[in-house]
T-cell receptor, first 114, second 111 residues
Framework: DTEVTQTPKHLVMGMTNKKSLKCEQH?????MYWYKQKAKKPPELMFV???????INESVPSRFSPECPNSSLLNLHLHALQPEDSALYLC?????????????FGPGTRLTVT | GNSVTQMEGPVTLSEEAFLTINCTYT??????LFWYVQYPGEGLQLLLK?????DKGSNKGFEATYRKETTPFHLEKGSVQVSDSAVYFC??????????FGPGTRLSVLP
């Protein structure tokens, strides 16, 4: 199994809703990442988990809350989002626990905040 | 700090044309270099990498060479296909520092 899966594929939520994005990999990778990608822009790093512990938080607002329940799963909990948070959210993983340039990306969740 | 610059797109080519997408970077030391590709509606895929000077990364007919003396890491392909239409991101990673993407270059290949 050499892929990263993400669910849901699309999500529409209101500004008062609470929702979660899910990411899963079964490659034995020990680092997992969340990125936000706006249209026609490169991905922007949000969080990195190394060995299931949060190692990097790129000053992301607290309305985004990451969670790594085990080495294969990564969640992103969303609460009280703003319309400008609408974007493609990408999950990625890499083999070793430290940040790596060789990352495997999921297909993303396209989020629309209304 | 580390940064990556790419040629502005979009780049439009006819099928079987030669492709070059320019990328230059600024970094301390000798970073690892990457090209990622994002097909429409998908996530990113690692296309090729070069981790040290004189490395040539290659995959699916694409090539890029890590030259020690200069900082370009241009992506080339001898004959593009319609299926190569995508956005291409140049990127670098320095050990112990963050991973940096370039702004991306959109390629459209016409039949």
């Amino acid at each position: 199994d050499t892929e990263v899966t993400q669910t849901p594929k699309h999500l529409v939520m209101g500004m008062t809703n609470k929702k979660s994005l899910k990411c899963e990999q079964h490659m034995g990778h020990r680092a997992m990442y969340w990125y936000k990608q706006k249209a026609k822009k490169p991905p922007e790093l949000m969080f990195v988990y190394s060995y299931e512990k949060l190692s990097i938080n790129e000053s992301v607002p607290s309305r985004f809350s990451p969670e790594c329940p085990n080495s294969s799963l990564l969640n992103l909990h969303l609460h009280a989002l703003q319309p400008e948070d609408s974007a493609l959210y990408l999950c990625a993983s890499s083999l070793h626990g430290q940040v790596s340039g060789e990352q495997y990306f999921g297909p993303g969740t396209r989020l629309t905040v209304t | 700090g580390n940064s990556v610059t790419q040629m502005e797109g979009p780049v439009t080519l006819s099928e079987e044309a030669f492709l070059t997408i320019n990328c230059t970077y600024t970094a301390t030391g000798y970073p690892s270099l990457f090209w990622y590709v994002q097909y429409p509606g998908e996530g990113l895929q690692l296309l090729l990498k070069a981790t040290k000077a004189d490395d040539k990364g290659s995959n699916k007919g694409f090539e890029a060479t890590y030259r020690k003396e200069t900082t370009p890491f241009h992506l080339e392909k001898g004959s593009v296909q319609v299926s190569d239409s995508a956005v291409y991101f140049c990127a670098l990673y320095n050990y112990g520092q963050n991973f940096v993407f370039g702004p991306g270059t959109r390629l459209s290949v016409l039949p």
